[in-house]
């Protein structure tokens, strides 16, 4: 099918006047509220057995704690509750809290926020007419310049991704959005399209022109059925108001969108198995090069990109690089949503600035649970390696966070307060990569086995100080040695707990602490 390339009207890929993306209080919506946002959570564990050691981790300005109903909450009650209590407002960025930039999640509190009407009076589908009026050349040339990076985990210049298609190709090119979210602590994704639907939506429709593509597939996992029917309502109704299908909003532009529910495996994430899983074959890692930039989906060029990625494009169509530029760090710029989650006494999404730390997250979030001071926290979600209180200052940038040791991943923040056994934690992590190891490669499929069994010992009581070095061993052989990053990120949580806390593994071997699981609990782990 032909794309239509209308003549550029703007001499530069940018609005001549960057327009603001409005303040979050734009809510012009009265209808009431039908959803029941998260309330205060709650997080569990076996524990050490021993009474928490305070370390000296404190959040300054100290935070009052949180008002928590106890029973049962009708919604408006927890969506109250989730609120600061009457006459106070929540730790702003004057406070020490995170300077909290609402661009993505902006429409997220207005009543009926997914619906098309609502999406559109808050500058829904304004972006759009913008894009089609300029060459699509230069709208990748825009994403270019403004520094967004994927927010998928790896961290890849999106306009840069995209001017990998191969110009002159015969075969058509397609965007296939990652929507699969399996990371344990990432969620960011599923709230986004829940939330908001059309600024993917949107955002899709801009990329799949800028690229060229008549045909767009969102990948949503398996699991997330209340996701997956929120996007395709909002693709029916797009397609209603003519944002979709032929002739787009009279530019000659024509695409296509398909959601496309996974079977809830972790594997699909990765590109390249989502991809096979997308051609109807078992979801498993293909070998790189060719990337899909050149050969992707049904071996025609294809950009994959997350969902936060590319509900980002359209405020940066309308807003600029160089406002977006405004925003984070010089080699991560823009707005970011930071997942918390764990021993936070308010858990949640909180949209801020890349290069915010945890420490002014953790005040807009009202501190640590129950004040019990933190232990530990991974920075990007369980495949990055664990954080310490020492870094509650780094500031949470790709680069800044790679420099202090680990990678930012996914932003999940799972916090873990001094109540909790890292023996415990890494041995959860690894019975979950034992189980999401897609078998295709021998280091990944018979070492996450290896770790698994070993690690049943030492959380039981009954491991040795052999079975640790075998599991440094292990974990060794895996990193760097597998097929495709699902292994690096099953050794991750061995060899960042042993670098940090290994005295608690060699303590549950000599028995100077009790045994976190009872060897009857395992009966029945897989
Ligand atoms: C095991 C594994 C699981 C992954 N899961 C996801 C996922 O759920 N969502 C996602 O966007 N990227 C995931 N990724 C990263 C993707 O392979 C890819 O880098 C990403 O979708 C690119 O989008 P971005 O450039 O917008 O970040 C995963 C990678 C691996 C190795
Ligand atoms: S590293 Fe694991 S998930 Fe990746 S290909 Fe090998 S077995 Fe499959």
């Not at 599923?190 to 800028?210: F, K, N, R, W």
């Not at 280091?443 to 690690?455: A, N, S, Y």
């Amino acid at each position: 099918m032909d794309i239509v390339t209308p003549e550029p009207t703007h001499s530069s890929p940018e609005p001549k006047v960057p327009r603001a993306v409005p303040p979050p209080s734009a809510t012009p919506v009265t209808e009431s509220v039908t959803t029941s946002p998260q309330g205060p959570g709650t997080f569990s564990s076996p524990g050490t057995g021993e009474p928490p050691v305070p370390v000296p981790v404190t959040i300054e300005p100290p935070v009052a704690a949180a008002f928590r109903p106890a029973g049962q909450q009708s919604p408006g009650a927890a969506l109250a509750s989730a609120g600061p209590a009457a006459g106070q407002t929540w730790p702003t960025a004057a406070d020490g809290g995170a300077p909290l930039t609402p661009i993505l999640t902006r429409r997220w509190a207005s009543p009926r926020s997914w619906t098309l009407r609502v999406y559109q009076q808050l500058d829904g589908y304004q972006a759009l007419p913008e894009a089609l009026k300029i060459e699509p050349a230069r709208i990748t040339e825009l994403i270019k310049n403004s520094g967004l990076r994927g927010r998928g985990g790896a961290g890849f210049p999106t306009g840069l991704k995209w001017s990998f298609l191969p110009p002159g190709s015969t075969k058509p090119s397609y965007l296939v959005i990652n929507a699969d979210e399996g990371e344990p602590g990432t969620c960011k994704d599923i709230p986004l399209m829940m939330a908001d639907p059309h600024s993917l939506i949107e955002g899709c429709v801009i990329t799949s022109y800028a690229i060229k593509a008549p045909f767009c597939a969102i990948y949503v996992r398996g699991e997330a059925i209340h996701a997956l029917r929120r996007v395709q309502h909002a693709v029916n109704e797009a397609r209603a108001a003519g944002y979709l299908g032929r002739n787009i909003m009279g530019s000659g532009y024509e695409l296509e969108i398909v959601v496309h529910a996974g079977a809830g495996a972790y594997i699909c994430g990765e590109e390249t198995a989502l991809l096979d899983s997308l051609e109807g074959k078992r979801g498993q890692p293909r070998l790189k090069p060719p990337f899909p930039a050149v050969e992707g989906l049904y071996a025609s060029p294809t950009v994959v990109n997350n969902v936060e990625t590319i509900a980002s494009v359209p405020a940066i169509v309308l807003g600029g690089s160089d406002w977006y530029r405004s925003m984070g760090t010089d080699k991560s710029p823009g707005p970011k949503i930071f997942s918390l989650s764990g021993h936070v006494t308010r858990p949640g999404q909180y949209e801020a600035p890349m290069g915010t730390t945890l420490r002014q997250l953790l005040v807009s979030a009202g501190g640590m649970l129950d004040g019990i001071p933190l232990k530990f926290f991974t920075p990007g979600g369980s495949s990055t390696p664990i954080f310490t209180p020492e870094h509650l200052d780094v500031p949470l940038s790709f680069d800044d966070v790679a420099a202090a040791g680990s990678m930012l991943g996914t932003t999940a923040l799972m916090c873990f307060n001094e109540t909790v056994s890292v023996p415990w934690a890494v041995w959860k992590w690894l019975e979950f990569y034992k189980h999401e190891s897609c078998g295709k490669c021998t280091p990944c499929r018979e070492g996450t086995g290896w770790l698994v069994q070993i690690l049943r010992r030492v959380v039981s009581g009954s491991g040795t100080m052999e079975d640790l070095d075998t599991m440094t061993d292990a974990a060794g052989n895996i990193a760097g040695r597998s097929f495709c990053a699902l292994g690096d990120a099953a050794a991750t949580p061995v060899l960042s707990g042993f670098k940090y806390f290994r005295s608690e593994f060699e303590d549950l071997v000599t028995g100077r602490t009790p045994p976190v699981v009872q060897t009857r609990q395992l009966a029945g782990a897989h």
